[in-house]
């Protein structure tokens, strides 16, 4: 009552409502300091993005630039898949090239990169050509009458070497008297081993594995799943055939054929499922094949063992 008589009431209630107001004005100021810490936190992440992406960028340029050389115009004389009597009658040329001591360099190049100084200079103006080659083995004489690279199924590590002759390794281009040679799919399955040059077919199967689908929803999450384990299932499979072939079961000395522990096993075939090969393999690579086991197994052989020529 006394408040109210001396005019104190309204005060404090103005006082009470300034009070609040101060309160929600200070926990403004508390979430936008938050705010403002998220946000720039943000900034640096995203500072940090365009660093990145400016030092990849400023990469692929110099690899564009090195790729391109000099001349933008700088073209391939020609190129040409070689395999079979073809492959085999140019290898012979180069093997037949004869020249004073360190007369002829061959250099293994792994990638656009690692293209070393012998070849650098050997190439001249046409080095860049050798890194678009690359991986590739790489021919020259120091006459120029010579002047190749080869992209063979299996690229050595990186070596350069001047010589009287070119270092070229047949197990570079061929199958050897140990190679075996395994395709995959999803669905799919063959195995072959060389004799004397040429691709015998061992054995084969083919899965029941559901094709693609696209109803989507539950009914899709269950087909894939289901996909999925029969995929498992046949991979199993394949891995039990190479088992038995590679490494012989209780069942080999009654004459079932086995390659021994000297096998050099190639195992060609889909993306998606070599993975699943790649420690017991010594090469794998992707190949496109269609048809049954053996016509596969054939044309995915024909597709691995070919050599690439550069005329440089």
């Given at each position: 009552m006394l408040d109210e008589l001396l005019g104190r009431a309204e005060l404090k209630a103005r006082i009470a409502e300034l009070e609040?107001?101060?309160?929600?004005?200070?926990?403004r100021l508390e979430g936008e300091s938050e705010r403002r810490a998220e946000a720039a936190r943000a900034r640096q992440e995203a500072e940090k993005e365009v660093n990145r992406l400016e030092d990849r960028i400023t990469e692929l340029e110099d690899r564009v630039e090195r790729l391109s050389g000099d001349d933008d115009s700088l073209e391939f004389r020609g190129t040409e898949d070689l395999r079979g009597d073809r492959l085999r009658e140019v290898?012979?040329?180069l093997d037949s090239f004869s020249t004073d001591a360190e007369g002829a360099l061959t250099a293994a190049v792994s990638d656009d990169r690692s293209l070393p100084a012998a070849a650098e200079s050997a190439f001249g103006?046409?080095?860049p050509l050798v890194r678009r080659a690359a991986p590739c083995v790489a021919l020259t004489d120091d006459a120029g009458l010579v002047s190749v690279a080869l992209s063979p199924p299996r690229q050595p590590d990186d070596f350069d070497r001047w010589s009287d002759g070119f270092d070229l390794d047949p197990a570079w281009l061929h199958?050897?008297?140990t190679t075996v040679v395994a395709l995959v799919r999803g669905d799919l399955f063959a195995l072959g081993r060389y004799e004397d040059g040429d691709l015998e077919f061992v054995e084969g199967f083919e899965s029941d594995v559901k094709s693609a689908h696209s109803k989507g929803g539950f009914s899709q999450a269950r087909f894939e799943r289901i996909r999925e384990g029969q995929i498992d299932d046949h991979l199993d499979r394949c891995h039990e055939a190479l088992d038995e072939f590679l490494d012989g079961d209780?069942?080999?000395?009654s004459g079932a054929e086995t390659a021994g522990d000297d096998a050099d096993l190639v195992v060609l075939g889909e993306r998606t499922v070599l993975g699943e090969f790649r420690d017991r393999a010594a090469l794998t690579a992707t190949v496109d094949a269609s048809g049954d086991p053996e016509a596969a197994l054939a044309e995915?052989?024909?597709?691995?063992?070919?050599?690439?020529?550069?005329?440089l």
């Open positions: 609040d107001e101060r309160d929600a004005l200070a926990g290898l012979s040329r103006d046409r080095a199958p050897t008297e209780a069942d080999a000395g995915a052989s024909r597709e691995f063992w070919t050599t690439r020529l550069y005329r």
